[in-house]
């Protein structure tokens, strides 16, 4: 595990290549999406491989891995039909610290990286995790949270004094050194919680706790409720209590 972690710290040198290269980024995608991809494929033939009605991002002959970086909804059904065949692993990569940088569209000039005040946590990776949460924990099916620091590009072509809102987005760069998280069984996904979590405790008092907000408190409490790590209890006037299992 230690000489996978140490390759993956290294994967940021896949962003060094022409974007034309065995056909990566001219579908549209990103730096981030194409260079992870290429990353976890042995070689140009295990990308983009077509699986009955489905095409994998990597497919070795063996195992499947599929690079979401959001939208999971859309791969619910992908995912059953692959899981029916072969090994998955689902690589979610997302932002632990997030810098922008605007760029004036007339003169190619820059800004000085700008440290946003959002802060990426694995719990708050359970909100995507949602729409597939009823795979979550089942044999052959691994998620590999990425966390990293991203400098992300942005144009001053909105609307607005300012011209960042409605505003185009340029390119995503990560840097530093990431943070992967493996899950598999049900059981990987409890470190998640925070540390000083009750064992009893309401939507509110879990939100304030794990720093998550509106939607996302219940998605990532439907999701430890589905691998059975909170279930929920009685009522305390209009709120469920939760407690750990």
Known sequence: MDAYRQKLARFFESFAFP???????????????AALKR????????????????????????RVVEVQTRQFARLEKKLRFFLERYPV??????????????????????????????????MKALHELYHIRTLLGVENLTV??????????????????????????GEKIPRGEPELIRLQSAEDYRPLLPADLPPAF?????????????????????VLEELGILIPTEKQGRAMVYRLK
Request: glycine letters at 10%.
């Open 19 to 33: 974007a034309e290269e065995n056909g990566i980024g001219t579908l549209g995608e990103k730096k981030l999406h």
């Open 39 to 62: 990353f976890y494929a042995k070689d140009s033939t295990c990308l983009e491989v077509p699986l009955g009605r489905f095409v994998a991002d990597v497919f070795d002959g063996e």
């Open 89 to 122: 692993t689902v690589v979610y990569p997302f932002p632990r610290t997030r810098h922008l940088i605007w760029t004036d569209p007339a003169t190619g000039e820059t800004s000085r990286p700008r440290k946003s005040p959002k802060v990426g946590t694995p």
């Open 144 to 169: 590999e949270l990425l966390l990293f620091d991203l400098d992300e590009y942005r144009l001053l072509d909105g609307y607005g004094k300012s011209k960042k809102k409605g505003s185009t987005l």
């Open 202 to 222: 309401t939507a509110p008092q879990f939100g304030k706790l794990t720093g998550l907000r509106g939607r996302s408190v219940y998605s990532a409490i439907h």
